[in-house]
């Protein structure tokens, strides 16, 4: 809304469409990670004469007491900081995820209840589990390679720390690239070296 709304209506006249820019502005004001002061006690009274616009662009029909909600907005979020640490996003998805695991549609809040209080107990009992056991909550490790003397461990290639760092990105190896990796883990890796031999 913050950013689409004033492309989507870009054809819109002057008049009409100032009064949109401004509520995306306004929006986008008080969702930033950041917040100033002095902007927020200006902002209640630019957000009325903005809606006071859109009053004459839009019909009475379209005015009910959510549309005049946007003037405590700044208001909260002076008094409560920046707002998506107070977002409810998270909850309604999981609210949603609780929704599609209730069996019985008659009684859709008892069944979500009964759906949390297994997702509960199954959260409970993985702890008593071997890490070994693949579940929702832990999976296996990759790269495993079993020994007949001894538990299971992994590559001595693998086992290098390190941090990622940087954004997470997908990118798939070049042929010489794999090559390369490929020879590393010939020349380095400690149970490759038998086969060589």
């Given at each position: 809304m913050e950013v689409l709304l004033p492309i989507a209506f870009s054809a819109l006249?002057?008049?009409?469409?100032?009064p949109l820019v401004r509520l995306s502005e306004y929006f986008r004001n008080i969702c930033s990670s950041v917040l100033h002061e002095d902007q927020l006690m200006e902002m209640p009274q630019q957000i009325v004469i903005i809606l006071c616009k859109l009053e004459t662009i839009f019909p009475p029909g379209f005015w009910n007491v959510m549309e005049?909600?946007?003037?405590?907005?700044a208001q909260e979020a002076y008094l409560g900081g920046p707002v998506h640490y107070r977002w409810m996003y998270s909850f309604e998805r999981f609210l949603k995820w609780l929704k599609q695991k209730a069996k019985n549609k008659s009684k859709l809040e008892s069944s979500m209840a009964i759906a949390y209080l297994i997702c509960e107990i199954q959260t409970f009992g993985f702890d008593y589990f071997d890490t070994n056991l693949l579940s929702t909550n832990s999976t296996i490790r990759r790269n495993k390679v079993s020994y007949k003397h001894g538990p299971p461990t992994t590559f001595i290639v693998f086992q290098m720390k390190g941090t990622p760092f940087g954004k997470c990105?997908?990118?798939?190896l070049t042929q010489v690239e794999y090559n390369a990796?490929?020879?590393?883990?010939?020349?380095?890796c400690n149970e490759v070296q038998s086969y060589l031999q």
């Amino acid at each position: 809304m913050e950013v689409l709304l004033p492309i989507a209506f870009s054809a819109l006249s002057a008049d009409m469409l100032e009064p949109l820019v401004r509520l995306s502005e306004y929006f986008r004001n008080i969702c930033s990670s950041v917040l100033h002061e002095d902007q927020l006690m200006e902002m209640p009274q630019q957000i009325v004469i903005i809606l006071c616009k859109l009053e004459t662009i839009f019909p009475p029909g379209f005015w009910n007491v959510m549309e005049h909600l946007p003037v405590y907005l700044a208001q909260e979020a002076y008094l409560g900081g920046p707002v998506h640490y107070r977002w409810m996003y998270s909850f309604e998805r999981f609210l949603k995820w609780l929704k599609q695991k209730a069996k019985n549609k008659s009684k859709l809040e008892s069944s979500m209840a009964i759906a949390y209080l297994i997702c509960e107990i199954q959260t409970f009992g993985f702890d008593y589990f071997d890490t070994n056991l693949l579940s929702t909550n832990s999976t296996i490790r990759r790269n495993k390679v079993s020994y007949k003397h001894g538990p299971p461990t992994t590559f001595i290639v693998f086992q290098m720390k390190g941090t990622p760092f940087g954004k997470c990105h997908k990118s798939y190896l070049t042929q010489v690239e794999y090559n390369a990796a490929h020879l590393h883990i010939l020349l380095n890796c400690n149970e490759v070296q038998s086969y060589l031999q």
